[in-house]
């Protein structure tokens, strides 16, 4: 599998002098399988892990190809979608695009829920004007089943996990060969402080981390900022890096950078974990992994 980290950021996109290093773009995570790399091992990537703003850097990795593939939501919060109109390697006439999120507590359908912030007047289209074959769906019961579900060339396994403002679940994705767990908003507090303070590590996100090849897990926060800032839906760095030793992951990925977390206070929070059983990396825009 490939993992291409197309947009890292949370909350709001950070654009400015003292982010470039770890990059301004909201949250997109472009997936390639094995089974699908081509002989240059770069292959083209056939799913999406949410569609912030860091969607539109994933254009230039199907190297002028329309994206046929399939885009998981893990909410809706403005920073998991708002790169859908803006990733042109979807909106394209020969784009083939299923996207799934977490079914709505309200039973909503998805392209309605999807059209609450892109459509008139907030937005000038609606997601019905993306150009090409888009399908939208809330995820399949299969999807939070003990196997999960199949995802072109990938199986995918979704669980259901805390955060604040909508349901929100976390991903398990293998390609067969390889593993990765994505939990980019999560808020294991509201389960109570836990063994070190920093939130429950409960069976949902165990499950999902389970001796994965990768962890990409929420790191908004540092634990002096989980008193203040906990309730509004975060983890802390250290939650990250336990759950990954806890869960036998061969690395942990910090992953939804608060947006005022300049680079090089990003830098120290990576060097807080040099020591780590568990190796950790803070995860940037245009960082790829070949697992």
């Known amino acids: 599998m490939r993992v ?3 947009g890292t950021r949370g909350s709001t996109p950070a654009p400015g002098l003292e982010f470039v290093r770890y990059g301004g773009h909201t949250s997109c995570v472009a997936l390639s399988a094995g089974r699908d790399l081509s002989t240059s091992g770069t292959g083209l990537p056939t799913l999406l892990l949410d569609a912030g703003t860091g969607a539109r850097k994933v254009s230039a990795l199907l190297e002028g190809a329309p994206f046929r593939g399939t885009i998981l939501l893990t909410h809706l919060h403005w920073d998991h979608i708002q790169g859908l109109p803006f990733f042109a390697g979807g909106d394209h ?7 799934f999120m977490p079914p709505q507590e309200d039973g909503a359908d998805a392209e309605s829920v999807v059209a609450r912030m892109m459509s008139p007047p907030l937005f000038p289209i609606q997601p019905r004007n993306l150009r ?7 995820l399949p019961p299969d999807a939070f089943v003990a196997d999960g579900f199949a995802v072109g060339a990938f199986r995918v396994i979704a669980r259901e996990v805390p955060h604040k403002g909508g349901r929100t679940v976390g991903y398990r994705v293998t390609d067969g060969a390889t593993t990765i ?7 294991p507090t509201e389960f109570g402080a836990g063994p070190d303070g920093w939130g429950e590590y409960h069976p949902a996100v165990l499950e999902l981390a389970r001796e994965v090849d990768v962890l990409i897990h929420d ?3 540092v634990p002096p900022e989980l ?10 760095a250290d939650y990250a890096v336990e759950l990954g030793r806890l869960a036998g992951a061969q690395k942990v990925a910090l992953f939804h950078h608060r947006p005022d977390r300049i680079d090089d206070a990003f830098d120290d929070i990576v060097d807080r ?13 245009g960082l790829e992994l070949a697992l």
């Open 273 to 285: 974990f040099s020591t780590s059983v568990v190796p950790v990396l803070g995860a940037r825009d």
């Open 4 to 6: 291409h980290f197309c």
């Open 132 to 138: 090409g074959d888009w399908t939208f769906d809330v």
């Open 93 to 99: 006439p020969d784009s083939h695009v299923t996207l």
């Open 219 to 221: 790191a908004h926060l």
């Open 181 to 187: 767990a994505y939990i980019p908003d999560h808020c």
């Open 227 to 236: 008193a203040a800032e906990a309730s509004f839906g975060h983890a802390a």
